[in-house]
């Protein structure tokens, strides 16, 4: 078994939760290409087999999420979760408008991201306080769905690594619901536990090189094969993906073999 699940998490779990629960399921390793928060809702991409090897492919691409901001009042998590820290005025819609592009955004201390080698959210559980780093993100398109303060509804685009509740923040509010509709191309109205889509099917924003018969062992033994381009290539045959080349000087180099 091999290949990639289009999962929607319910709020709850962990990430960690839903990828074991399929791992049992499908009897094969199993992980996921992106984290969503246990109180978050939508798309978790699920890698299976050997097709977990993709992840470094699939981690990067943009997200789409939908949340619904309580302005007002800053939380120590970012979420409904956390204490409140700070009573805010009331972020505007120009406030909203203003988010659009590169920016510098606070990592929420309910996070993953490692401080002094731990990671933050278990220093928060345990009430260390710690000065959060600061990360680049881009919000690419910001839609406001509705605007009836104290509550804000935004459609985001984000760059991958981007805390929707660092964003909340930024506001001056917290998140009180937050869904991931969409990653690149993948979408959660596509979502189906039951279905696996093969490992090729999970690279459709890679361009294609079709291997000939006597390529296939070659890519596999990870010796280069001739080819175009610049960047990662899906390397296929018999309707089957056979590795990720990365083109460049006129060659392709097998980069992740996968069967």
């Known amino acids: 078994m091999s290949g990639l699940v289009l999962v929607d998490k319910p709020a709850g779990p962990s990430s960690f939760a839903v990828v074991a629960k399929l791992r049992k399921r499908y009897g094969t390793k199993a992980g996921h290409a992106g984290t969503l928060d246990p109180f978050a809702t939508g798309l978790l991409l699920v890698l299976l087999g050997p097709a977990t090897r993709l992840a470094r492919y699939l981690v990067g691409l ?12 800053r939380t ?3 979420d409904g979760d956390g204490e409140v820290i700070a009573e805010t005025p009331f972020a505007t819609r120009a406030d909203i408008d203003a988010l659009r592009g590169e920016l510098e955004l ?6 993953a991201v490692k401080i002094a080698g731990e ?10 306080a710690v000065e959060m780093p600061t990360r680049r993100s881009v919000v690419h398109d910001v839609h406001v769905l509705r605007f009836e303060p104290p509550l804000a509804e935004l459609d985001l685009r984000v760059s991958s690594g981007t805390y929707v509740r ?14 991931r509709v969409a990653v690149g191309p993948f979408h959660v109205e596509d979502a189906d536990e039951g279905r696996v889509l093969a490992p090729l099917a999970a690279l459709p924003f890679l361009p294609e090189r079709e291997l000939r018969p006597e390529e296939v062992s070659l890519v596999r033994a990870g010796r ?19 590795a990720v080349g990365r083109a460049a000087d006129g060659v392709i180099r097998p980069e992740t073999v996968v069967s």
């Open 62 to 73: 943009d997200k789409r999420y939908v949340t619904e901001i309580r302005l007002g009042l």
């Open 76 to 78: 120590s998590t970012g």
């Open 106 to 111: 606070r990592v929420p201390a309910a996070s």
């Open 119 to 128: 990671r933050a959210y278990r220093l928060h559980r345990r009430g260390v």
């Open 166 to 179: 660092a964003i909340a923040d930024a506001l001056g509010g917290h998140c009180r619901t937050l869904r």
């Open 224 to 242: 280069p094969i001739p080819g175009s381009g610049e960047g990662p290539v899906a390397l296929w045959a018999d309707g089957g993906l056979v």
